[in-house]
């Protein structure tokens, strides 16, 4: 069960359309919010929550290479990380999964569809983050969140 989310995203409008939806839908889990990838990687440091949300395009650090220093870093082998971008670019989606990302979440167009996602996320299980990558991945590629 999920009881800790952390944000990474450096856009304060989709910033406040997550915590607006995850209050809607779930009030009982705790969320923080980082606003650039040096700062996500110094809150793990010493915080490790239950699942983390991690734009692509973010200041002082990128996602991508966040991705790749929290996996370089044994102790956060549990961590499951969705990607949270409004990339839907092939390339993107394959590197992300290739680095260790457990699920490639496409922002959705709409508050309605946030909702339904976000339900959706955080309903899965988690216990095994390696798993819930492998059921996107078919066809001899990973595919998106849909």
């Not at 990607?83 to 092939?90: D, G, K, L, N």
């Not at 390339?91 to 976000?118: E, W």
């Not at 798993?131 to 996107?136: C, Q």
């Amino acid at each position: 069960m999920i009881k800790s989310i952390l944000l990474a995203e450096d856009n304060l409008e989709q910033c406040f359309f997550f915590r607006k939806a995850l209050k809607e839908i779930a009030p009982e889990i705790q969320l923080n919010e980082v606003h650039d990838g040096d700062t996500l990687m110094e809150l793990l440091e010493f915080y490790i929550p239950d699942l983390l949300f991690l734009d692509l395009a973010m200041p002082c650090k990128n996602g991508v290479q966040c991705i790749q220093e929290i996996r370089e870093n044994r102790a956060y082998d549990q961590l499951p990380i969705v990607v949270f971008t409004i990339s839907s670019q092939e390339h993107t989606i394959q590197t992300a999964y290739g680095l260790g990302a457990n699920l490639y979440f496409i922002k959705p167009g709409n508050y309605d569809l946030l909702i339904s996602s976000l339900q959706e996320i955080i309903a899965m299980d988690w216990s095994d983050p390696k798993l819930v990558s492998e059921n996107y991945f078919y066809d001899n590629k990973y595919k998106a969140f849909a």
